[in-house]
């Protein structure tokens, strides 16, 4: 698996898929990884619950003129959790079905 330090993906391919930089290091079990966006109300609850779980995070509140644009839902969050965690809250999202 390599890793994009730009934008925090970690991904198969050779090429970030988010910003299309080559120049990708394998990834570490620590490393913050973007794996979702998610609404507010439901990022709030994940936050709990990763907090309960004693997983490290970081929830970014997510642009608002691309929230404009796009018409996005009004508050969304992007979710990083450390890479040795992704695969667990992948799943959680998945379970959920919050969108990626
Ligand atoms: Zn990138």
């Given amino acids: 698996m390599n890793f994009c330090e730009g934008c ?3 991904c198969d ?11 990708l ?3 570490n079990d620590d490393d913050f990884c973007l794996i979702a966006q998610v609404d507010r109300p439901f990022g709030d609850s ?4 990763l907090e309960e779980e004693n997983m490290e995070y970081a929830l970014m509140p ?3 003129g691309v929230r404009a644009r796009f018409a996005l839902p009004l508050e969304s969050y992007l979710v990083y959790v ?3 965690n ?4 992948r799943q959680i999202l998945k379970d959920t079905n919050a969108r990626i």
Avoid at 14 to 20: L, Q
Avoid at 46 to 49: D, P, Q, R, W
Avoid at 86 to 89: A, G, I, K, L, T
Wanted: charged share 40%.
């Fill in 8 to 10: 925090n993906i970690a």
């Fill in 13 to 23: 391919d050779e090429r970030c898929p988010k910003c299309g930089s080559k120049k």
């Fill in 25 to 27: 290091r394998p990834v």
């Fill in 46 to 49: 994940l936050k709990e619950y």
């Fill in 62 to 64: 997510y642009g608002r």
């Fill in 82 to 84: 450390r890479y040795k």
């Fill in 86 to 89: 992704s695969d667990h809250v």
